[in-house]
């Protein structure tokens, strides 16, 4: 079955400017977070939605935003952007709520602020 | 609240040599604990995990147990590969205020040499 798609897969662009990053969880996942992963900081948690509602948001000033779509898509948005946010951010979903299930990652998106 | 602390890397090792990659946590209650690896280039894959006290999680001849006593998750595999190298991510999910969001370590870095 198809795993968790972000597109795009990298993308530049420049101080100031706004971008709408889009995660495609697995079918019948219901639980989807993003993590910005970058080399100093590592894996940073963003936000979880879980149908439809954000459950929970990570230290990130408010210029970073995401929602859930009722087809369980989620997309994430950052405004104003600054050059410490290039990073990787990934997407991943999950069956469900329950402690014990693993996340399934996407490949990311790998955003450079110029 | 919640951490993960995993033995810095990188770490090098000849092909069929013994590893170990220590993690220990700290958590209130009882979370999940979760290995995962990441590729060059890619995002990350579940490698195994384990649900609770003195759970054995294993997957591709790596294995760790969830050591309470020890609040450890060490990640071991008896005879590395070329194609083991890769960045090792330990993690832990908690349900804390209705969240399950994961943990995440800073990653340690093996690299197989032949």
């Known amino acids: 079955k198809a795993g968790v798609t972000q597109t795009p897969r990298y993308l530049i662009k420049t101080r100031g400017q706004q971008v709408t990053l889009s995660c495609s969880p697995i079918?019948?996942?219901?639980?989807v977070s993003w993590y910005q992963q970058t080399p100093g900081q590592g894996l940073q948690f963003l936000f979880e939605?879980?149908?439809?509602?954000?459950?929970n948001k990570g230290n990130f000033p408010g210029r970073f935003s995401g929602r859930q779509f009722s087809n369980s898509r989620s997309e994430m948005n950052v405004s104003t952007l600054e050059l410490g946010d290039s990073a990787l951010y990934l997407c991943a979903s999950s069956l469900g709520t329950e402690m014990g299930y693993g996340y399934t990652f996407g490949s990311g998106t790998r955003l450079t602020v110029v | 609240g919640n951490s993960v602390t995993q033995m810095e890397g990188p770490v090098t090792l000849s092909e069929e040599a013994f590893l170990t990659i220590n993690c220990t946590y700290t958590?209130?209650?009882?979370?999940?604990l979760f290995w995962y690896v990441q590729y060059p280039g890619e995002g990350l894959q579940l490698l195994l995990k384990?649900?609770?006290?003195?759970d054995k999680g294993s997957n591709k001849g790596f294995e760790a147990t969830y050591r309470k006593e020890t609040t450890s998750f060490h990640l071991e595999k008896g005879s590395v590969q070329v194609s083991d190298s890769a960045v090792y991510f330990c993690a832990l999910r908690y349900s804390g205020a209705g969240s399950y969001q994961l943990t995440f370590g800073k990653g340690t870095k093996l690299s197989v040499i032949p």
């Open positions: 958590a209130t209650g009882y979370p999940s």
């Open positions: 939605y879980f149908s439809e509602t954000q459950r």
């Open positions: 384990a649900t609770k006290a003195d």
């Open positions: 079918s019948g996942h219901r639980s």
